[in-house]
């Protein structure tokens, strides 16, 4: 039998702090924060959690800010040439040279013609140091197309050349051609889906909120779209695109060649969507009053749905950009003196060129990242976007 008198005291479990009566209030504030939310707060509460999404976010947006300040930043004009250095390798930048801190810089080139493989080789000076300067004068350019300057963020020495990702074979630096190339590459994507999205929100906002004949004859149209090769439709609008036109009309061209074959799949997201909100309570409240249905649809519908139109959209962009690529690789795309990362893998066709000048493939790595980066970051502004998540 045991003996109550010898038992352990019960262990003590209330905090010995001393009670703040405003705790319950932080508690009270958080929670009315959470709930008093707006949509886009919430999405932006679920993105910051989704790491790789967040993290592709910065990626994209570093690239598309690249894009406004590109003649700063490419340290050669995209058009210049060096004749001494055709299919020069990449170069290496080196701090210490012969165990002294020098700071960046380069070695030069040797340079000689292998006779029996017709090869042009080049090897390390390591008695030619150039020193790497920053903040400089160098190519002239038109900032913009619209003030004229020369001031780099990074030169080669006076009497020197930088070549870190190796010349093609015109002796153009392959790294400011692949610089000046993402504000083609990357803005093509953009107006293609503005046109796009134009396009598909119309149609598809006028089939689901009227239906009945209207909506059959719609989406009988998508269907059409639909069921058409799409990569032989690109070859042939691109091909038809007249040779004499100017670059920046030819540019303007493949975007909306890429705008008008991407819509049929928004306008079908936003038909579906408007077919389930149009009963809703507030839809017909708001037709009661008298709205319009122009005002129905854009004040009312499409921002109750607008953040998974967005995600949509990020999703899309991706195929615009591989569809730049592929039709400026095949040479009905853009062509020179137009840059573009698809117009510089052309010089890739020649397998020969790649087994001797490997470098040459590497505007694709670029192309590789913003597409991983678009679909992660699309992936999570999905997520975000999801009530039910």
């Not at 405003?22 to 959470?34: M, N, V």
């Not at 790294?175 to 134009?198: D, H, K, Q």
């Not at 573009?340 to 192309?367: D, F, K, R, T």
Request: contains cysteine; glycine residues 8%; proline residues 7%.
């Amino acid at each position: 039998m045991t003996d109550l008198s010898r038992t352990e005291p019960l262990q003590h479990w209330s905090s010995p702090d001393p009670f703040d009566p405003h705790s319950i209030e932080k508690l009270a504030a958080g929670q009315e924060r959470y709930y008093m939310a707006s949509q886009w707060q919430m999405m932006w509460w679920k993105f910051r959690r989704h790491k790789l999404a967040l993290w592709s976010g910065v990626i994209l947006l570093a690239l598309y800010a690249l894009t406004l300040v590109v003649e700063v930043v490419a340290p050669y004009a995209p058009s210049t040439r060096s004749a001494r250095h055709i299919f020069a390798p990449p170069q290496s930048v080196h701090l210490f040279h012969e165990g002294e801190f020098v700071g960046p810089f380069v070695y030069g080139y040797r340079f000689k013609l292998n006779t029996e493989t017709l090869k042009r080789e080049y090897t390390e000076n390591r008695e030619r140091v150039q020193p790497l300067r920053f903040f400089c004068r160098s190519d002239p350019y038109k900032f913009w197309g619209l003030v004229a300057s020369d001031i780099h963020l990074v030169c080669p020495a006076e009497d020197g050349f930088m070549f870190l990702l190796g010349t093609d074979r015109l002796g153009r630096d392959v790294l400011s051609r692949m610089i000046y190339g993402a504000r083609i590459s990357l803005t093509v994507g953009l107006l293609g889906i503005a046109i796009s999205f134009l396009i598909g929100i119309t149609l598809g906002g006028i089939s689901g909120y009227y239906g009945g004949w209207i909506d059959s004859v719609i989406q009988r149209l998508i269907e059409i779209v639909k069921s058409l090769p799409e990569l032989p439709l690109w070859l042939a609008l691109s091909a038809a695109l007249p040779v004499s036109l100017s670059p920046i009309l030819v540019y303007f061209g493949i975007t909306i060649i890429l705008g008008l074959l991407e819509w049929p799949g928004l306008a079908r997201a936003v038909r579906s969507k408007l077919l389930s909100l149009r009963e809703e309570d507030f839809c017909t409240a708001a037709q009661l009053m008298g709205a319009s249905p122009k005002r129905v649809i854009g004040r009312h519908l499409l921002p109750s749905f607008m953040s998974h139109l967005i995600a949509s959209a990020t999703l899309a962009i991706p195929s615009m950009i591989l569809g730049e690529t592929a039709l400026s690789f095949l040479g009905l795309g853009l062509r020179p003196p137009i840059v573009s990362w698809g117009v510089q893998l052309s010089e890739a066709l020649n397998i020969n060129v790649v087994a001797l000048y490997p470098w040459l493939l590497l505007p694709m790595v670029p192309v590789i990242v913003v597409v991983l980066a678009f679909n992660f970051f699309g992936d999570g502004l999905r997520d975000a976007a999801d009530p039910y998540k």
